[in-house]
């Protein structure tokens, strides 16, 4: 299901303007004529249907443009990440006569509306998903060039694997824990238990591990004051809070459970559980964060012995990955899209 939307942003003479003559009207009109217009696709990623999972914008460029304007069209189309990609050919930017369908490495930036990221995943898979499936690209592997390295995106069914560096927690230093004490307790209030808090340095995001006697729905009731969140860190260490939960699909070695009850029921599909908020960038919940998974993924492998892991993000829109722990100190995530809305914008 799809829909069509144009974002012109439409100029208009004044009235002075067409007073003044028309050679002033035809100037006006030929800048008019000369203004870029870019294609655009959102893309709600770790979806199979739209309006779920989390919807990013991706902007294929045929040039290169400045940073400012990156910026511009992010915070115009203010969607948690837009994606910009271009074909590389070599080590140089093809800004001509480019090839989307034959390419099979491009360069990949993200920006939300306030700023540019180093990583994102569902922005990423959504790139893949546009080049694969609305530009043509025959690939079944295509790499893109990031601030966080090469990454890679294969075909694989109706899903697409993503490639991401591993990102494992590792314990808060006492200092900071005492630090972060009071973020901890504005994430998830009083009533609820945590079992355990850990840190990656180099995506700066924050495991709050829920004890596991708490609930999906305790999880999802989840109500954190992103402004109380801000007024409590200025974002130096911590750009996101993860809130994780064990989820109730069963171990081999472990016995299922035959009684459980309905709002348990649909964990049970799962083995991680999770929500993401990450106000520091501009969002204040995400809904399904690729990021964020290359750090749950190997701190909930290591706790329960499996590398290969079905999560679920319970944000209100929701969304699945299944993550794959790998030896090489790489992450595999694997996702399906959908496109929601294909056109244009002038700028």
Not at 264 to 290: C, M
Not at 309 to 335: H, N, Y
Request: glycine residues 6%; neutral net charge.
């Amino acid at each position: 299901m799809a829909f069509t939307l144009m974002l012109n942003s439409l100029s208009k003479l004044s009235g002075d303007a067409v007073r003044k003559g028309s050679s002033t009207a035809a100037a006006a009109l030929l800048i008019r004529k000369e203004r870029m217009k870019l294609n655009i696709f959102t893309v709600d990623a770790f979806a199979h249907k739209p309006f779920a999972g989390n919807p990013a914008a991706v902007v294929p460029l045929t040039q290169t443009l400045q940073d400012s304007a990156l910026q511009d069209i992010a915070r115009e189309l203010n969607l948690s990440e837009t994606a910009y990609v271009i074909p590389v050919n070599g080590s140089a930017i093809t800004d001509e006569n480019c090839s989307w369908a034959e390419s099979c490495r491009f360069s990949l930036r993200w920006f939300t509306p306030t700023n540019e990221v180093p990583l994102c995943g569902h922005a990423t898979l959504a790139t893949a998903h546009v080049l694969f499936r609305h530009l043509g690209n025959t690939n079944n592997q295509i790499e893109f060039e990031t601030k966080s390295g090469v990454l890679l995106a294969r075909r694989s069914g109706e899903k697409i694997v993503l490639d991401f560096p591993k990102n494992p927690p590792c314990e808060l230093h006492p200092t900071l824990k005492a630090d972060l004490a009071g973020l901890v307790k504005a994430a998830v209030r009083d009533d609820l238990p945590v079992k355990e808090l850990k840190i990656s340095h180099e995506t700066k995001k924050l495991l709050i591990r829920l004890a596991d006697s708490c609930t999906r729905k305790d999880l999802e009731s989840l109500r954190p004051d992103t402004g109380l969140l801000m007024s409590l860190h200025d974002g130096t260490v911590i750009k996101g809070v993860m809130v994780t939960l064990r989820g109730r699909l069963p171990l081999e070695e472990e016995v299922e459970e035959k009684v459980i009850n309905d709002e348990e029921q649909d964990s049970k599909q799962y083995h991680v559980l999770s929500r993401y908020f990450a106000p520091w960038n501009g969002i204040p919940e995400d809904p399904v964060t690729g990021g964020a998974h290359t750090v749950l993924g190997p701190y909930w492998s290591e706790e329960l012995g499996i590398t290969t892991l079905k999560c679920r993000q319970c944000s209100p829109r929701g969304g699945d990955l299944e993550v794959t722990i790998r030896s090489d100190g790489r992450v595999d995530l694997a996702g399906r899209a959908t496109t929601v809305i294909q056109g244009s914008i002038n700028i």
